[in-house]
T-cell receptor
Framework: GAVVSQHPSWVICKSGTSVKIECRSL??????MFWYRQFPKQSLMLMATSNEGSKATYEQGVEKDKFLINHASLTLSTLTVTSAHPEDSSFYICSARAYLVVKYNEQFFGPGTRLTVL | QKEVEQNSGPLSVPEGAIASLNCTYSDRGSQSFFWYRQYSGKSPELIMFIYSNGDKEDGRFTAQLNKASQYVSLLIRDSQPSDSATYLCAAATGGFKTIFGAGTRLFVKA
């Protein structure tokens, strides 16, 4: 159980375009989803925390107008990178925390989306 | 600043040996601790979590927690080349935030 999917798994786009990444919990309901970014050989960097039905909480230094997050249901959160630039090229990973299983704060990660902006 | 510290490695062990990965955390309010494995180019995969002082065993993996010392470790017995990966330690408080360490790279030599 606790499977999280992401789509697309990789995307290449031109500078200035917007890219939407979907994160779905397949077999459980996720009240909270997290979006991370990871550059090569670096650690995970939390970008934002997304709670179903409310606005996302962004980490310091993350532009909320550039990285739009929507958590419309208990199984779906989306991250839209608006007006992408080459420096936004990275590995974007979502994770979900299972509803009613908050005692231990386990997070289950999606497979990630590799974004390349030309 | 709440932190989780790990030695970046690489930690190199021969096949069949015990690999010992260590982690310290700064927030005494942390209640749950996690070990994730991340292969190159892939997302993290949960291996174990622990929340009580002492040892927790699952197959070849043993997690150890010492809250007084703010120390968490992961032992991998009978290490295999397929265990070669980056291991992330994470600590969570009772709230939403989970803090991840930068990870330790493990290399198991065949």
């Amino acid at each position: 159980g606790a499977v999280v999917s992401q789509h697309p798994s990789w995307v290449i786009c031109k500078s200035g375009t917007s890219v939407k990444i979907e994160c779905r919990s397949l077999d459980f309901q996720a009240t909270t989803m997290f979006w991370y970014r990871q550059f090569p050989k670096q650690s995970l960097m939390l970008m934002a925390t997304s709670n179903e039905g409310s606005k996302a909480t962004y980490e310091q230094g993350v532009e909320k107008d550039k990285f739009l997050i929507n958590h419309a249901s208990l199984t779906l959160s989306t991250l839209t990178v608006t007006s992408a630039h080459p420096e936004d090229s990275s590995f974007y990973i979502c994770s979900a925390r299972a509803y009613l299983v908050v005692k231990y704060n386990e997070q289950f990660f999606g497979p990630g989306t590799r974004l390349t902006v030309l | 600043q709440k932190e989780v510290e790990q030695n970046s490695g690489p930690l190199s062990v021969p096949e069949g040996a015990i690999a010992s990965l260590n982690c310290t955390y700064s927030d005494r309010g942390s209640q749950s601790f996690f070990w994730y494995r991340q292969y190159s180019g892939k997302s993290p995969e949960l291996i174990m979590f622990i929340y009580s002082n002492g040892d927790k065993e699952d197959g070849r993996f043993t997690a150890q927690l010492n809250k007084a010392s703010q120390y968490v470790s992961l032992l991998i017995r009978d290490s295999q080349p397929s265990d070669s990966a980056t291991y992330l330690c994470a600590a969570a408080t009772g709230g939403f935030k989970t803090i991840f360490g930068a990870g330790t790279r493990l290399f198991v030599k065949a």
